[in-house]
């Protein structure tokens, strides 16, 4: 049995497993994959797509395993994804997450920008702060009891069920109208660019940079922001530089660092 992906729901979402050790929850994040509508799936540093436990496990959803990407590094796996929810089951200092259902909403919301990952770690110690670091967002799925644990085909299923059923119910109106928000490209040339200005000024202490820029890109997230939102912090970051009131960055290449279409 194969699908077609354009009448999936989630033909632009594709989940992530970072490393994970066993063939059986990559089969049977297969069969959530499938019973959920998502488009794609991709193992990064995993099992053999074909392995047996896997296609048992899989159980009529072996066309995902089939059309599924095996990748050798997380930053191949991630190429191209405009917006990445990463899940764990730790507290992050510094980074608010959501839940499941919040999860949901917030990678729908963000979907007209281009693909969608969510990002899941393995079964033992799940993502790294480095890993999470690649992640606009992060969820941790709730549990009744402290310092829960669930398997890694759990996680998926959870994650999945709230995206179809959010899908199904539609989304609530506080999150609707997103369709001014900067683009993909613009997004990523915008973030990429204020970091650099950041750099430059002296903003960053070393060793604490990767943490900064992931709580930065987590409210950068969170605002989403729109094209005359970004053109105002454009002036007022260039005004402040030109002021003398901050560190200053080489004026010609500030507008080339901040760039935006108008």
Aim: proline content about 7%; overall charge negative; hydrophobic content about 40%.
């Amino acid at each position: 049995m194969t699908a077609d992906l354009d009448s999936l729901p989630f033909p632009d979402f594709t989940v992530v497993l970072a490393h994970p050790y066993s063939p059986e929850n990559i089969g049977a994040a297969a069969r959530a994959i499938r019973n959920t509508g998502i488009g794609r799936l991709i193992v990064s540093e995993g099992p053999p797509l074909d392995d047996p436990d896997a296609l048992k496990m899989a159980c009529n959803s072996e066309y995902v395993l089939a059309n599924a990407k095996s990748v050798n590094s997380l930053s191949e796996a991630l190429e191209g994804a405009a917006f990445v929810i990463g899940t764990t089951g730790r507290t992050i200092p510094d980074r608010r997450a959501l839940n499941a259902r919040e999860g949901a909403l917030a990678a729908l919301s963000h979907r007209h920008l281009g693909p969608v990952v969510i990002l899941f770690g393995n079964e033992k110690s799940g993502l790294s702060d480095r890993e999470l670091h690649h992640c606009d967002r992060i969820v941790r799925i709730p549990t009744a009891v402290p310092n829960g644990s669930l398997n890694l085909a759990q996680a998926v299923m959870i994650m999945t069920y709230e995206l179809y059923g959010t899908h199904l119910a539609g989304l609530p109106p506080a999150w609707q109208g997103a369709e001014a928000v900067v683009g993909t490209e613009n997004q990523s040339k915008w973030n990429e660019g204020l970091i650099k200005v950041l750099e430059r000024a002296g903003f960053f202490k070393a060793h604490e940079q990767p943490r900064t820029v992931a709580i930065l890109r987590d409210i950068l997230a969170r605002l989403n922001l729109r094209n005359h939102e970004i053109g105002m912090l454009r002036t007022l970051i260039a005004k402040l530089n030109w002021s003398g009131m901050t560190p200053k960055v080489d004026e010609p290449q500030l507008p080339e660092l901040l760039e935006l279409p108008d």
